[in-house]
């Protein structure tokens, strides 16, 4: 059965022109005397190319070609064929709405391994073509960790003194004895796989969570939460030790909030994880921010800046001296565009000094310091040591207090050239904020060049963006003009398995530049409402977050409802 069907389809590969009929002849050939599929064959003695193949099956057999390198597919889906199915007709189980299944398969025509899936699952199955290699290396890389973990949870289930239960009205530890038990095999390699699969799926953050009577770990991708693992309850407190123990934290103080750091090496690249404790109803909720230098953009051309927003940022980083701000909630992309404008003007001839709390990244020729506030060492003592450090840039965390503001205004009007983030909505409320501090109004207006708003929004997945029908009211509401609204086409991604069914992949920032010119710096003195500030802002060019919204939106890159949920309207 197998021969007739290599037969049909090189029968098919020679009538498109593909192989010739010699070639044919020498692949089956090859297939008879070492067996294996014939389209690997060709592929191996290079008479054809992989896409090409892939392609050619796509459009033969009816179905779409599927790239499973770009594909991040959930366990609970893997978990529906079980491996040696899987490796047996070489598919991999890729997606799941309602009563169907998608499976990607080297041979769409192979209706013995459809069957079987069928009768096993008792799902509908909708075949996709993707190539060997790619359903080989998706095969190693979920199944291998699914049948870990279940090694894990079965070791744990079976053998219950391999794990160190606390119980709340525990008064005493024995912490040489808890520290040996957490040591045990089951709980370390549970914490590892979760500490890797969050690095592969490329979460920003791993949060690790006890209720009254469920424990659950869940990832942060994309600034969206999911839910990955449900560990047994009896490993709440094992698991919470071991991420103390790898942080260096107390695994006996259960009562007061701990904040580590753990550096690991996962194949062959260092991430550090920021590791947050915080004793919460039913156990202590850990969360670890996963800092992977890997993934940091560092060119700021490619961050997401309008043209005009770009060159007015270039322009203030390239000051002599003076203060650029950067503005937004937590998590919105402040350190990466930091870290980015360090990278730009870090040349042989320049000493940068900064001030973090944490570092997240070490950058070459950069001198970090890392805050220390329980021994004096807070963003106010370091500023006044950097001055005595002959430095020409100074990178500030963040200003949080009116002293620490001062000496950054200082050093600024002083011949440095001085960075900083502050936690405000927008660039104009910033000068207000600095106001409010105690910085006197003409010192804010002689120091500051510019002032960087930002906000994160998620990117429409570019694999199943559809276009989607809006009323042109909508439009306008959101703040295109009446021409543009009749225009302009908001994406909206269906769901695929490269964006797990959300419709999103990957983030884009929006920034909103505001240049602190003469006429700015005169409503500073006047005592001008940031409104005010605001306004004028936009008479000379300065897009506002809400408008740089509203261009990716032209661009095909994010959604209006993501716009409009993340800016308030101009």
Partial sequence: ????????????????????????????????????????????????????????????????????????????????????????????????????ITIAMVDPSNVFAIDDVKFMTGYNVEPVVATEGGIKGAIGKYYSLTTAIEKVMTALEVDDKSVGVIHDDEEKLDVAKLKA???????????????????????????????????????????????????????????????????????????????????????????????????????????????????????????????????????????????????????????????????????????????????????????QVQMKDDIGLNFAAALRSFLRQDPDIVMVGEIRDYETAEIAVKAALTGHLVLSTLHTNDAPSTVNRLLNMGVEPFLVSSSVVLILAQRLVRKVCQNCKKPEKLPVQIFIDAGFTKEEAVTVVSNRGEGCTTCNNTGYKGRVALYEVMPVNEEIKELILQGASAIDIKKSSIKTGMQTLRMSGLSKVKEGLTSLEEVVGSTFSD
């Fill in 181 to 367: 038990e957490v040591e045990d095999a089951p709980v370390v390699k549970l914490v590892n796989l979760i500490l890797t699969d969050a690095v592969q799926k490329g979460a920003s953050d791993i949060h690790i969570e006890a209720y009254e009577k469920s424990f659950r770990v869940r990832y942060r991708i994309d600034g969206s939460l999911y839910e990955v693992m449900s560990p047994p309850m009896k490993l709440r407190a094992a698991l919470t030790s071991r991420l103390k123990i790898m942080a260096e934290l107390d695994i006996a103080e259960r009562r007061l909030p701990q904040d580590g750091r753990i550096k690991l090496k996962i194949k062959d690249k260092e991430v550090d994880l920021r590791v947050s404790v915080l004793p919460c109803l039913f156990g202590e909720k850990i969360v670890m921010r996963i800092l992977d230098k890997s993934n940091l953009m560092l060119d700021l051309r490619k961050l997401g800046f309008e043209a005009k927003a770009m060159k007015d940022f270039m322009d203030a980083i390239s000051s002599p001296y003076g203060m650029v701000l950067v503005t937004g909630p937590t998590g919105s992309g402040k350190s990466t565009t930091l870290y980015s404008a360090l990278q730009q003007i870090n040349t042989i001839d320049v000493n940068i000094m900064t001030a973090e709390d944490p570092v997240e990244y070490n950058l070459m020729g950069v001198n």
């Fill in 1 to 100: 059965m197998a021969m007739a069907m290599a037969g049909r389809l090189g029968t098919m590969l020679v009538s498109s022109g593909l192989i010739t009929e010699d070639q044919l002849k020498q692949a089956l050939a090859m297939q008879q005397r070492e067996g294996g599929r014939l389209g690997s064959i060709l592929v191996k003695m290079s008479f054809v190319p992989e896409d090409k193949l892939m392609m050619f099956l796509s459009k033969q057999y009816g179905v779409p070609y599927v790239d499973l390198s770009r594909f991040d597919i959930d366990q609970n889906i893997v978990k529906l064929i079980p491996a040696d199915v899987a490796q047996k007709y070489q598919i991999m189980p890729i997606n799941r709405t309602g009563a169907t």
